[in-house]
């Protein structure tokens, strides 16, 4: 499976296969702390993934601030 990927400003990061996407989000302040070990213990528990891609995304207003990475993979 074949997907053409838009990057921010308008870019393409042209055709990437990929059969999955795990999205991993936090908008506490604990919880983006932690968000590294979080990713990391499923990176191990899914090793026989392929990584294609990833895309960290912050967002924020007047009271919360998001951080999200998506994660592009093969199975």
């Not at 921010?8 to 059969?19: D, E, M």
Request: glycine share 10%; aromatic share 10%; with cysteine.
């Amino acid at each position: 499976m074949g997907f053409r990927l838009s990057l921010p400003g308008g870019g393409r990061a042209g055709v990437v296969g990929f059969t999955g996407v795990k999205v991993f989000s936090a908008t506490r302040a604990k919880d983006r702390e932690e968000l590294g070990e979080v990713i990391t213990r499923w990176l191990r528990a899914n090793s026989n993934f392929t990584i294609v891609d990833k895309v960290v995304t912050q967002s924020s207003d007047r009271e919360f601030h998001c951080l999200t990475i998506t994660i592009f993979y093969r199975e």
